[in-house]
């Protein structure tokens, strides 16, 4: 499966943004869909998560009450609406797949994923 994430850009804090990734090739519908995200000279960190079936949802802590994700599988798409932005969450933000059925128990990582798609930056002015 291919992703295409979008939506990205510069915005003040305590603005808001939508993210969206495509996906194609395949159907999103069975794969766990989730955000990730790269500030400039750390490592790649767990944003969000959204289950292939049922709705289930994990969030980094950081972001926990800001941030939403949600999948349209007729559109082949999930999002990544952030509400109550800061500085801090400035990085490239990747959406990615995974295939893997496991969920409860599951400390989400990059390695958690099987597909990545190229990042949007996200940039929160002060």
């Known amino acids: 499966v291919q992703l295409q994430a979008s939506g990205g850009g510069l915005v003040q804090a305590g603005g808001s943004l939508r993210l969206s990734c495509v996906a194609s090739?395949?159907?999103?519908?069975?794969?766990?869909m989730g955000w990730f995200r790269q500030a400039p000279g750390k490592e790649r960190e767990f944003v969000a998560v959204r289950s292939w079936i049922g709705g289930s949802t994990v969030y980094a802590d950081s972001v926990k009450g800001r941030f939403t994700i949600s999948r349209d599988n007729a559109k082949n798409t999930v999002y990544l609406q952030m509400n109550s932005l800061k500085p801090e969450d400035t990085a490239v933000y990747f959406c990615?797949?995974?295939?893997?059925?496991?969920?409860?128990?599951?400390?989400?990582?990059?390695?958690?994923?099987?597909?990545w798609g190229k990042g949007t930056l996200v940039t929160v002015s002060s």
């Open positions: 990615a797949a995974t295939a893997t059925r496991s969920w409860y128990g599951t400390r989400w990582s990059p390695g958690s994923m099987d597909y």
């Open positions: 090739g395949r159907t999103i519908s069975s794969y766990h």
